[in-house]
């Protein structure tokens, strides 16, 4: 394992890191629904004190008729893959979360099994049982060079020395592209895209309780909300922004002025605060934000990342693109590198052992021809 930096020095340590099996692309659906059971079932499989995953369910909020009929249509396919998906209508979901203003919002689509994961505990004890069966890390070993023997690589060079293998594997996400330009692949379609996060300081009549024990919630204009802590509320919203291809580690903690708290309320960060309150009248009622925090999402054309073999490095497996899901996809992601390493190809199908996911969506050169709409 070379790292660049140190392990979780890029989005894995500045994301949201929702996990849900809410997606309009079945063969996400299906993905998600391994990676999940993965999660839960984490400490056997991998070790550890403590369970990565907290399910407390994904909620997201609709206000148009129009996405109400879109939402009844994706939760009857989730629940073919057998994803516990519920559809709720205006009185079901008052019943359900009376903490949502009736007023603001027609229905919500709502998975229980879904949540969000603590990433810290996944990266640091994934590593920690490689280790324990053989794996070498080494870190600050950013490649910068490559032997080739025609179409295959035969070494890369690091800082902390030359490394030779049969099979190489590109796991660098929002790095991809300037890696496969050093390693001479293929440069795939993928655009690092700031996101940013920010935490608000609960006060007022919702108790640390009720906080503590939210769902992830999506407003329907997309800013969305989880618990940090008892008495913390994490808060994020997509927006427009510009691909950044040059960045480095130290522009992802980089918080330009109008995403910044201390800017001003005329800054996204409060913009996205009185968006959630809309719909969650009581944390209109917080105390204020504490911090921001940043990150870059590797984007995709149709939102899907890359997960084959690279057609001009026949030995390199790209597993990049996630576009804002790695951790989450992070289990289905591993299934499929293993196959791909034992098959040496490419393949159609990978079982996850209730289903046979197709690969076509995840293929490189593929034609974008569905965009995967849930990007949160």
Same mark, same amino acid.
């Given at each position: 394992?070379?790292?660049?930096?140190?392990?979780?020095?890029?989005?894995?340590?500045?994301?949201?890191?929702?996990?849900?099996?809410?997606?309009?692309?079945?063969?996400?659906?299906?993905?998600?629904?391994?990676?999940?059971?993965?999660?839960?079932?984490?400490?056997?499989?991998?070790?550890?004190?403590?369970?990565?995953?907290?399910?407390? $369910?994904?909620?997201?909020?609709?206000?148009?008729?129009?996405?109400?009929?879109?939402?009844?249509?994706?939760?009857?396919?989730?629940?073919?893959?057998?994803?516990?998906?519920?559809?709720?209508?205006?009185?079901?979901?008052?019943?359900?979360?009376?903490?949502?203003?009736?007023?603001?919002?027609?229905?919500?689509?709502?998975?229980?099994?879904? $949540?969000?994961?603590?990433?810290?505990?996944?990266?640091?004890?994934?590593?920690?049982?490689?280790?324990?069966?053989?794996?070498?890390?080494?870190?600050?070993?950013?490649?910068?060079?490559?032997?080739?023997?025609?179409?295959?690589?035969?070494?890369?060079?690091?800082?902390?020395?030359?490394?030779?293998?049969?099979?190489?594997?590109?796991?660098?996400?929002?790095?991809?592209?300037?890696?496969?330009?050093?390693?001479?692949?293929?440069?795939?379609?993928?655009?690092?895209?700031?996101?940013?996060?920010?935490?608000?300081?609960?006060?007022?009549?919702?108790?640390?309780?009720?906080?503590?024990?939210?769902?992830?919630?999506?407003?329907?204009?997309?800013?969305?909300?989880?618990?940090?802590?008892?008495?913390?509320?994490?808060?994020?919203?997509?927006?427009?922004?510009?691909?950044?291809?040059?960045?480095?580690?130290?522009?992802?903690?980089?918080?330009?002025?109008?995403?910044?708290?201390?800017?001003?309320?005329?800054?996204?960060?409060?913009?996205?605060?009185?968006?959630?309150?809309?719909?969650?009248?009581?944390?209109?009622?917080?105390?204020?934000?504490?911090?921001?925090?940043?990150?870059?999402?590797?984007?995709?054309?149709?939102?899907?990342?890359?997960?084959?073999?690279?057609?001009?490095?026949?030995?390199?497996?790209?597993?990049?693109?996630?576009?804002?899901?790695?951790?989450?996809?992070?289990?289905?992601?591993?299934?499929?590198?293993?196959?791909?390493?034992?098959?040496?190809?490419?393949?159609?199908?990978?079982?996850?052992?209730?289903?046979?996911?197709?690969?076509?969506?995840?293929?490189?050169?593929?034609?974008?021809?569905?965009?995967?709409?849930?990007?949160?």
């Amino acid at each position: 394992m070379l790292e660049a930096q140190h392990v979780g020095a890029g989005s894995s340590s500045r994301t949201a890191a929702g996990i849900r099996q809410q997606f309009s692309t079945p063969v996400t659906v299906a993905g998600m629904r391994y990676a999940v059971d993965f999660y839960a079932h984490f400490r056997e499989r991998v070790g550890g004190e403590e369970r990565p995953i907290v399910q407390q $369910g994904y909620l997201f909020l609709l206000a148009m008729q129009e996405h109400l009929d879109e939402a009844a249509a994706r939760v009857g396919m989730q629940a073919r893959l057998g994803v516990p998906a519920e559809f709720l209508d205006h009185d079901a979901l008052a019943q359900r979360f009376p903490w949502v203003e009736r007023s603001a919002v027609l229905g919500a689509s709502f998975c229980p099994t879904d $949540g969000f994961l603590h990433p810290a505990t996944v990266y640091n004890e994934a590593m920690a049982a490689a280790v324990r069966l053989g794996a070498r890390l080494f870190q600050h070993a950013p490649v910068t060079g490559c032997e080739r023997s025609g179409d295959r690589i035969v070494s890369v060079s690091t800082p902390k020395g030359t490394f030779g293998a049969d099979l190489f594997i590109d796991g660098t996400n929002a790095w991809s592209p300037r890696l496969a330009r050093v390693l001479g692949a293929t440069e795939l379609p993928i655009a690092p895209l700031k996101r940013y996060l920010w935490f608000i300081q609960r006060d007022g009549s919702l108790s640390a309780d009720e906080l503590s024990a939210m769902p992830l919630t999506i407003t329907p204009s997309g800013a969305y909300c989880r618990p940090e802590s008892r008495e913390s509320l994490l808060v994020g919203w997509a927006h427009d922004a510009l691909p950044e291809p040059d960045f480095d580690y130290d522009d992802q903690d980089r918080v330009d002025e109008p995403y910044s708290h201390k800017s001003g309320t005329d800054s996204l960060a409060f913009s996205a605060w009185a968006n959630v309150a809309e719909v969650i009248p009581q944390v209109g009622e917080f105390a204020g934000i504490t911090a921001t925090t940043s990150g870059y999402y590797a984007t995709t054309p149709d939102h899907n990342p890359f997960l084959a073999y690279d057609p001009q490095a026949k030995n390199l497996i790209r597993l990049a693109g996630f576009s804002g899901h790695g951790a989450m996809f992070g289990p289905f992601t591993a299934l499929v590198a293993a196959t791909l390493a034992d098959t040496g190809h490419d393949v159609s199908h990978v079982s996850v052992g209730f289903t046979d996911v197709p690969m076509h969506d995840f293929s490189i050169g593929r034609e974008y021809r569905h965009a995967e709409r849930l990007v949160i």
